[in-house]
């Protein structure tokens, strides 16, 4: 029986509004909303891969405030756990190089976007 992967998500706060992205319409679930972040790696921790992947995602560095959330989601082609850190953007500009897309959204407003199945109960916790 395999483990589950462990995956990184920045949620990344300013003001009112939250940070998220738009998968890449060529990888599993293309297209829905997620928060920035990604695998972690062998040598690496949950804070240094959520780092890491920000990094190479968008272009920024954050500060990591604290782990909100651990949430399991699995399908056919993925088993993956997800843990959630509160962060906030240090500096940098946001570039896109993996995601198709980025938005700003307040909380209210989340139910507009087509999220990752994966996502769905740390909207509600936010």
């Known amino acids: 029986m395999m483990n589950p992967t462990s995956v990184v998500a920045a949620i990344i706060k300013k003001d009112n509004q939250y940070l998220i992205v738009q998968r890449n319409k060529n990888k599993h679930l293309g297209l829905k909303w997620e928060f920035p972040g990604g695998k972690v ?61 980025l938005a700003w959204v307040e909380k209210k ?13 740390i909207l509600s916790s936010l």
């Open 41 to 101: 790696h062998e040598n690496e921790n949950f804070e240094e891969a959520l780092r890491r992947e920000v990094q190479e995602e968008l272009n920024i560095t954050i500060n990591i405030h604290k782990k909100i959330a651990e949430e399991g989601y699995k399908d056919d082609k993925i088993d993956i756990l997800l843990h959630y850190y509160l962060c906030s953007q240090k500096n940098g500009t946001i570039k896109l190089s993996e995601h198709e897309d």
């Open 109 to 121: 407003d989340f139910e507009k976007y087509d999220f990752a199945e994966g996502d769905g109960n």
